[in-house]
């Protein structure tokens, strides 16, 4: 029987790559626009159904409560706006020879690494407003859950088809071993 050598290192955190401190790459700024049309339209929307609330129920007429209540209103939507710019700006990914990364997250900041060993599927998906400005959206899946591990909005389509296949091609070298 041969001789197996057998090895068990200490690892020191020192020796340990920090993947957080990766330069990573930020969304496409089109994506922005995306964001922005979708608040407008979700706004503009919103604004109707109120619109004909306040109409129907002649709540115009209830002094300074409606002017309160309305003011109330555009600051809640000047607050999401905001948020969903500092949301843009904290939204950045790289990928790597065996991973890719995902970072996001304005109250809470989240790191993602997911191996491409574990990715099961590859989804590419451009919503209306995204073909509108050449952008995609690329999902990864792993196994044992029916959610999205990573979903990475906001890239050129052109990216995101190279990517897709740079990610399938790494996974089915793998698979092959």
């Known amino acids: 029987m041969p ?3 057998f090895e068990n290192d200490a690892v020191f955190l020192d020796q340990i790559p920090e993947f957080e401190n990766v330069e990573t790459t930020q969304l496409e700024k ?8 979708n608040l407008f339209f979700t706004f503009s929307i919103v604004s109707i159904i109120l619109v004909i609330i306040v109409s129907s129920f002649e ?12 003011g109330l209103y555009f600051v809640f939507w000047l607050l999401i706006i905001i948020y969903y ?9 790289v990928f ?3 991973d890719v990364i995902y970072k996001y997250g304005v109250i809470y900041h989240t790191n993602v690494l997911i191996p491409f060993n574990r990715i099961q599927h590859i989804a590419l998906h451009q919503g209306l407003f995204s073909r509108m400005y050449g952008l995609a959206s690329l999902q990864f899946y792993t ?3 029916a959610t999205t591990d990573i979903n990475i909005k906001g890239l050129k389509l052109e990216t995101a088809q190279k990517f897709k296949t ?3 091609e ?8």
């Open 166 to 168: 740079f990610v399938s």
């Open 59 to 70: 709540l115009y007429n209830k002094g300074i409560f409606f002017e309160i209540s309305l």
């Open 3 to 5: 001789k197996i050598k």
């Open 85 to 93: 710019i500092m949301s843009f700006k904290r939204r950045s990914y």
């Open 96 to 98: 790597r020879d065996h």
């Open 30 to 37: 089109d994506y922005l626009k995306v964001i922005y049309t």
């Open 170 to 177: 790494k996974i089915e070298k793998i698979d092959k071993k």
């Open 143 to 145: 196994a044992g859950g």
